[in-house]
């Protein structure tokens, strides 16, 4: 089963930031937060990952709150094309023959971005 | 380009035949991961390899089977004992399974028994 629990949906208007939530309150030490999103009938995109700190890249940002029970993702000027499916996953240390360090995909926030 | 090339981008199939799915990768990745999804579901996984000659099973692997004899190739045959085979077939790979170790993956394969 997932280890996280987001919004089944949001909308966000175009031009305007985008904050998607996620909660992982079971997180242990040393497993990541990954973020990744999906185009209908399209591979998932990865997005960005974080440990401990908020991390940027050219596409979002990842915001881990102190505890790292929960984090967001910020998309900061959401156009049309960011609407997709995101997801939120955590991964950590591989465990050789089990499932430890693979991705395990709950169901995602659907992301309507709107004119 | 680097990257993952799944083939067939569409594929169809009859009851009661296999069908091989290719998946290669350009990223010189140690491992390589299958993932099926279904409609409106998340991805599931099938199938991992976490270096040549080595796979395991994932949570629904039961009617597939996979073989991994260089490090480039990965690929996923849907035997006839797989119950509900129409689905989007997504492969992956990424540097190893370590976890601050980005996994990516390719276009899908889209898989319809008629």
């Known amino acids: 089963d997932a280890k996280t629990t987001q919004p089944p949906s949001m909308d966000c208007a175009e031009g305007r930031a985008a904050n998607l939530p996620c909660n992982h309150s079971t997180i242990s030490g040393n497993e990541y937060v990954y973020w990744y999103r999906q185009i209908h009938s399209q591979g998932p995109q990865y997005i960005i990952h974080?440990?401990?700190n908020n991390e940027t890249n050219e596409m979002a940002s990842l915001i881990i709150t102190e505890d790292r029970k929960s984090s967001t993702l910020i998309l900061p000027h959401a156009t049309l094309r960011d609407t997709a499916v995101y997801y939120c996953?955590?991964?950590?240390?591989?465990?050789?023959?089990?499932?430890?360090?693979?991705?395990?995909f709950g169901k995602g926030t659907k992301l309507s971005v709107k004119p | 380009d680097g990257g993952i090339t799944q083939s067939p981008k569409y594929l169809f199939r009859k009851e009661g035949q296999n069908v091989t799915l290719s998946c290669e990768q350009n990223l010189n990745h140690d491992a390589m991961y299958w993932y099926r999804q279904d409609p409106g579901q998340g991805l599931r996984l099938i199938y991992y390899s976490q270096i040549v000659n080595d796979f395991q099973k994932g949570d629904i692997a039961e009617g597939y089977s996979v073989s991994r004899e260089k490090k480039e190739s990965f690929p996923l045959t849907v035997t006839s004992a797989q119950k509900n085979p129409t689905a989007f077939y997504l492969c992956?790979?990424?540097?190893?399974?370590?976890?601050?170790?980005?996994?990516?993956f390719g276009e899908g394969s889209w898989l319809t028994v008629v």
């Open positions: 992956a790979s990424s540097v190893d399974r370590g976890a601050g170790n980005t996994i990516y």
């Open positions: 974080g440990l401990k």
């Open positions: 996953i955590v991964r950590g240390y591989p465990n050789y023959g089990g499932s430890q360090g693979n991705l395990i």
